[in-house]
């Protein structure tokens, strides 16, 4: 079993900046993929952004593109995602999830994240 945990949420002022992150508790063969998603009150959950633990690829959803970066820590089993110049429909409980590709198996509990205006 894996397990992710998600912290660094927040309430912040449009145009501030958080820092998500997600500890892993192992990586294997079935978790090389760790992305970011986010639901908004209403909303369908949505990805945000993607990296995988063996390379460079990384993704995002065109919303963030030039303001949210992820990278990944491989001796801590860590992901970030860094947000900035945050907008109130950033406004969201954020989570991160493993898996192979686009197959998410593991997610954590969610980290809340509000931007007010």
């Known amino acids: ?3 992710l945990v998600e912290s660094g949420g927040g309430l ?19 978790t090389d ?14 990805f945000v952004a993607g990296i995988s633990w063996s390379g460079d690829r990384t993704s995002y959803v065109n919303s963030v593109k ?8 491989n001796a801590k089993n860590a992901v970030y995602l860094q947000m900035l110049s945050l907008k109130p429909e950033d406004t969201a409980v954020y989570y ?11 997610w954590g509990q969610g980290t809340q994240v509000t931007v007010s205006s």
Not at 96 to 105: D, K, P, W
């Open 1 to 3: 079993q894996v397990q």
């Open 12 to 30: 912040v002022q449009a145009g501030g900046s958080l820092r998500l992150s997600c500890a892993v508790s192992r990586r294997t063969v079935s």
């Open 33 to 46: 993929t760790v992305g970011w998603f986010r639901r908004a009150p209403g909303k369908e959950r949505e």
């Open 66 to 73: 030039g303001r949210f970066t992820i990278s990944r820590d």
């Open 96 to 106: 991160c999830a493993a898996g192979i590709g686009a197959a998410y198996s593991y």
